[in-house]
């Protein structure tokens, strides 16, 4: 993992003690320059950010946990390769990149489509399994996945990307995502467990009944976290690990979604604890799992605009903030340059 | 004041109902969209923002109320004016345009060097006096004041804006707005005293006296909210409520910034209760009055990102969201243009 740059973040931080303002005046925008600073080593950092979508299906599925019938994962993902999702749109307007990765759909369809377009990212990788019933990938699948998601953030790397922005789509993920909460964080499965994209109160009993009987299942088997990974994650999470964990090998910052991503995300801080400082948590998630999840990174999120979409839609909203730090810290005046007075001695 | 057009909000809300993603899973961003198609009468509304920064001195400056010389209100006049503070480079970010005014700047220097410009609205009125002597202002000048920010509010509907944005600059004015705080709101003028710009204990301590004191001399003389404005507001607070109550004439929204600009709004809502559906709350200021105006007009901010600076800075980044939530609202397909299922039956 490259550590941020020390000297970058303290340059920025004698920048904002000499911006025209009462010291401290601009919080959050001061602390997210400066953290920027650090990750891009540029005392006056710029957002050059691209968001990777990774869609999977879930095994999982066929349990009963979401609301959605699992074809809507190709569905979606057609959508986020035309331009019509919501994050498609975030994003056009946040002016950030948008790639999209098949991290194992079942419908081979959107692959099909968008085979001309190049904009989809393939990594041949099936759906997962059900964690109720054996682990959700192969160890083989788990290294496929991850590596896919270090190559994106390389690419990104070499493209000039200053920050990487994970977001996914897979009916039923949220089961996963809160599994993997459950067994980082040590809290209680049926606590952590809510109701995704609008599941009833029936939906919500049978799957914490599935949390609870993945980690009963699994969590005596499970060996570090990319093992927790394995049995009790899936292919989106797998990709967007890999990411984060490619975030940190390049040297870029790394704005974490809702829960699903932010699982992903903790999976690799668990693996890798010097990842930590390049993550920014986007945007706050009404699942319980995601609250455990920023608790145990330490993470405060920048919005909490009651989103519950996932598709990376907390996080693109984040971007817009960090757009605005970056041109208070580097449009702004000094007191020195405006010739203002400073307090009252 | 014009109310909202409820057929515009109608079809915003059967529109975001429409589109590609769980019903509500946008959360404030639905909101936000339907709102604004409530205010502009667009169902397909779009942000084009101007933002009015006042700008005036306080006689109360004086009593040793603020961590700042008086001096200063003058010199960042200057500073908006030439673009290097922290509102005009927020303000180039999120894509609005910037207006001055002297709302009763001591200093002539601002207004002479701005003459050719034309960038300054000027009103020819002089600094408050002391509210913890005298009424701040005189009758004519209040009417001079709150006539000029409807004009500038119509000026702005005839521009083809959309959102209105007030911000404000002036040694000392927190503690005038929170004695309209206190006095609109009822609470205890101590407990809503606040540090403002960096105030010290002692200095604190001097500015609950000063509240409490212009409260104790003014409080039973006042005589309806326009009263209030004239004995504990300023120039600067008369123009921004000047700009509320047009907003609400010329069917604009309207953004508050922190507690300065919050206080000319409340103002101008007491004055007006039909103007309270066109008000947004841009951010939550760390002062504690600002959280008993919020409750008092019903407002929920939709960013907390620790500012307390002023100039409009927080309320110009909630136009990024504003912008985000629009983006969304038009950019979205909806289930039935993208072929998607909707939730299982």
Known sequence: ????????????????????????????????????????????????????????????????????????????LDAFLSGGAAVCALAREAGAG???????????????????????????LRPSRSLLLEPALEVGEVALAVDTGRALAAA?????????????????????????????????????????????????????????GALALHGPRIRGPLGALRRLGGGDLAVLCGLALGAGEHGLAYVCDGLIATAAAAVAAAVEPGLRPRLLAGHRSPEPAHDALLAHLGLAPVLDLELRLGEASGAVCALAVLRLACAAHDGMATFAEAGVAGPAA
Do not use: F
């Not at 599994?179 to 109160?201: I, K, S």
């Open 98 to 124: 948008l790639l999209c990765v098949d991290a194992g759909v079942d419908d081979p369809g959107p692959a099909a489509r968008a085979a001309e377009s190049g904009a989809l990212v393939r990594t041949g």
């Open 156 to 212: 990104a790397a070499r493209d000039g990307i200053t920050v990487l922005v994970g977001g996914e789509m897979g009916i039923g993920n949220t089961t996963p995502a809160t599994c993997l909460a459950a067994w980082l964080t040590g809290g209680d499965p049926a606590a952590l467990t809510g109701p995704g994209t609008g599941l009833d109160g029936v939906g919500l009993a049978r799957k914490r009944a599935v949390v609870q």
């Open 1 to 76: 993992m490259r550590p941020l740059d020390a000297a970058a973040a303290a340059a920025a931080r004698a920048r904002q003690d000499e911006l025209l303002k009462p010291p401290g005046a601009l919080g959050r925008l001061e602390a997210l320059a400066i953290w920027l600073a650090g990750t891009s080593g540029d005392p006056r950092p710029q957002v050059r950010a691209r968001v990777v979508v990774a869609a999977a299906d879930h095994g999982v599925a066929a349990e009963g946990v979401s609301a959605y019938p699992a074809s809507v994962t190709a569905q979606m």
